[in-house]
């Protein structure tokens, strides 16, 4: 006689079925539900790199790193100081030359640009470190030609001064094109400035040529008192005698071949 399974027996035979009883011991137990912990842990993504500063608005990329940080100083503009000398002016000016002798810069001063560690024994001046448009490394060796002329004078009164300049010249950036640019102070007439500053830059051409200067050329500019780096006023209105003597100078123009 056939044998009818109660409704109970047939709902306990499919439990059985569901759960696996009897299962073989290689198994394995279904996974403990994650915690929240574990969840939070494993819905996390890895941390984004941080996007690299963005330059300032008309900012161009550095070529130079002034302030030693690993980063190269992106230039913002760029200055016209006369006679073709064109340079970028960085954002952010670092290790910039302070003011000597209790003078204060002009505004918008070449003088204020940063500068290498140059031995400048036997040279009253000191170096700048530049960029041209296009790139080109510029450097400009300043110095005081009261150590050079009398006052008034073209005619080099103290050789040494010069000598030395020539070392610096041919150790640290030979083979350069060098333009020598006479300054005047402010006191006197413009033309008579005019021509004091290019009789003395002409004398110096001449004493580096003859001198054994590594140029691959060197050109002579006078500027008179047009490109001044100090005020020659003090705050209340006299006369900088040490602003004026800081603006009576001659530089050179260093531009290194690329």
């Not at 760029?78 to 960085?90: C, E, K, M, N």
């Amino acid at each position: 006689m056939r044998r009818v399974l109660s409704h109970a027996a047939v709902v306990a035979i499919g439990a059985l079925l569901l759960t696996g009883c009897g299962g073989s011991s290689g198994d394995k137990p279904p996974a403990a539900p994650a915690t929240t912990a574990e969840a939070a842990a494993s819905s996390e993504e890895p941390p984004a790199e941080e996007p690299p500063a963005s330059l300032p608005p008309g900012a161009q990329p550095g070529l130079d790193d002034y302030d030693g940080d690993g980063r190269k100083d992106p230039t913002c503009s760029t200055q016209d100081f006369g006679a073709g000398l064109v340079l970028r002016i960085p954002c952010e000016i670092h290790n910039a030359h302070d003011p000597e002798n209790d003078t204060r810069l002009v505004k918008d001063s070449l003088y204020r640009l940063p500068g290498p560690d140059v031995d400048l024994t036997g040279v009253s001046g000191s170096v700048l470190e530049a960029r041209d448009p296009s790139g080109g490394h510029v450097y400009i060796v300043a110095f005081n030609s009261d150590a050079l002329f009398a006052t008034g004078s073209a005619d080099v009164g103290s050789p040494e001064t010069l000598d030395n300049t020539v070392l610096v010249i041919n150790k640290h950036y030979p083979n350069g094109a060098v333009q020598v640019r006479g300054h005047t102070d402010a006191t006197g007439s413009a033309q008579a400035n005019q021509t004091l500053s290019q009789r003395r830059a002409e004398t110096v051409r001449a004493y580096l040529t003859a001198h054994g200067v590594t140029a691959t050329s060197v050109t002579a500019v006078g500027l008179g008192s047009t490109q001044p780096l100090v005020e020659e006023k003090n705050p209340d209105g006299s006369a900088s005698t040490a602003g004026r003597a800081f603006n009576r100078r001659v530089e050179l123009v260093i531009r290194l071949p690329k």
